[in-house]
């Protein structure tokens, strides 16, 4: 249910509601909260709540250090967990400096205004996200360890799969919530788990990705467990993945589709310091199912893009080299300029590589360009695409390229 700013106060007023979460994250993605008071809720839509930025990596520093968040009401959510008396809520919120000035560094806002530039030209993207996570055990002092909740491999059940109960409970808080998970399995790794979503607007894909992952993480802590969405948390085992399912309408030929497959092949270089922000992020490449080059083909899991065997409503591509350390307001908002880009000068897609890329031998490969090997090389490429410098702030760019 979508709520109006006055639904918002009713609804607080009449659920015992003691505590508003305003809820906005980093340039990296990392989920930020300041909470309110019931009565200070007026002035919240009205006016917006101040904030000292000067902390928040990439917001700015002790000279110009205040901003405003604006709650947004449709975006009000109950969070299960905390106490059935003296509720608690959230909203996502827009980000202003005082005089009402756009934030340059809200990605969220970069990704409204990513989808409005898409209806223009008359398009619509969906997004389905699926994002695996390490279940780790926490030592007596409640630090994380590296040790596996279990030793289970892909889609095992109980006993050996211990994380069979957690995600159970993961699954139905976020139905509580209103976000509808698509499936859940084990995954590859000892302690790896993962989670589906169904297909959304951009908007509410990315939105739900930042949820998935709080709710996450707090159910593995009552759990006396600890939830790692790192890229490669443990150095001879799978990596964690931000598999990408993403369609583009219409599509009554699939010709949009491959245009815009053909869009994100040819810019996806450019965008993999956002896809992918971390040094340990690159550990992961052409490996235990990652892709290390730029490619495409149907079904085949070791490409970057692999179009599902799916017909109908469900064509789509699944891009499968981002980590759930990118931020997704950030990512969804390049595919969609990527997809844009290829869509509008009607690229071509290059010849499908029906092969294995995980068995190929040193000639085949030589045929492929490759994903950058390390963070200093995605961060060049972004830093020197004329891509990049038109659809992302110079301040994002140079927090990205000088972290």
């Known amino acids: 249910m979508k709520y109006s700013k006055e639904e918002v106060i009713q609804y607080v007023q009449e659920e015992d509601v003691k505590f508003i979460r305003l809820s906005f994250c980093d340039v990296f993605g990392k989920q930020?909260?300041?909470?309110?008071?019931?009565?200070?809720?007026?002035r919240a839509f009205k006016y917006g709540i101040a904030f000292d930025a000067s902390a928040i990596a990439g917001f700015g520093d002790e000279s110009r250090?205040?901003?405003?968040l604006h709650p947004e009401p449709e975006t009000l959510m109950l969070l299960p967990w905390r106490p059935e008396h003296g509720k608690v809520v959230r909203m996502f919120t827009r980000i202003t400096y005082p005089d009402g000035t756009p934030f340059e560094c809200d990605t969220r806002s970069l990704l409204k205004q990513a989808m409005e530039d898409a209806g223009k030209a008359g398009y619509r993207f969906a997004f389905g996200a699926e994002q695996e996570f390490y279940l780790f055990?926490?030592?007596?002092?409640?630090?994380?360890?590296?040790?596996?909740?279990d030793d289970a491999g892909y889609m095992d059940i109980a006993p050996e799969d211990r994380g069979e109960n957690i995600r159970?409970?993961?699954?139905?808080?976020?139905?509580?919530?209103?976000?509808?998970?698509?499936?859940?399995h084990h995954e590859e790794g000892p302690g790896q788990n993962e989670i589906d979503f169904r297909y959304a607007d951009a908007l509410t894909a990315a939105d739900h990705v930042m949820t998935f992952q709080t709710v996450v993480k707090t159910i593995a802590r009552r759990n006396g467990l600890c939830a790692d969405f790192s890229a490669k948390p443990l150095e001879n085992e799978?990596?964690?993945g931000f598999h990408i399912n993403m369609s583009v309408r219409p599509n009554e030929t699939s010709e949009n589709l491959c245009y815009m497959i053909a869009g994100i092949l040819d810019k996806v270089e450019?965008?993999?310091?956002?896809?992918?922000?971390?040094?340990?992020?690159y550990q992961r490449?052409?490996?235990?199912?990652?892709?290390?080059?730029?490619?495409?083909s149907s079904e085949n899991r070791s490409q970057l893009v692999r179009i599902p065997a799916a017909v109908g409503e469900y064509r789509r591509a699944e891009i499968r080299s981002p980590d759930p350390t990118a931020n997704p307001y950030l990512a969804f908002a390049l595919m969609i300029y990527a997809g844009l880009y290829g869509l509008q000068n009607k690229l071509d897609m290059p010849?499908?590589?029906?092969?294995?890329?995980?068995?190929?031998?040193?000639?085949?490969?030589?045929?492929?360009?490759?994903?950058?090997?390390n963070l200093r090389e995605a961060c060049k490429l972004a830093a020197e695409s004329e891509f990049i410098r038109e659809h992302v702030s110079a301040a994002i760019l140079d927090i990205y390229c000088n972290q």
């Open 32 to 42: 930020k909260n300041i909470s309110i008071m019931p009565d200070e809720l007026p």
């Open 168 to 184: 159970r409970e993961i699954c139905l808080t976020l139905e509580q919530m209103g976000i509808r998970p698509e499936s859940s």
């Open 137 to 149: 055990q926490l030592d007596e002092n409640g630090k994380q360890t590296r040790i596996p909740y």
């Open 270 to 281: 450019e965008m993999t310091a956002f896809l992918n922000p971390t040094e340990n992020s």
């Open 65 to 68: 250090c205040d901003l405003q």
């Open 238 to 240: 799978p990596g964690n």
């Open 351 to 373: 010849n499908a590589a029906n092969l294995n890329f995980y068995k190929a031998d040193a000639e085949t490969l030589a045929g492929f360009k490759k994903l950058p090997e």
């Open 285 to 296: 490449f052409g490996k235990n199912k990652a892709p290390g080059y730029i490619s495409w």
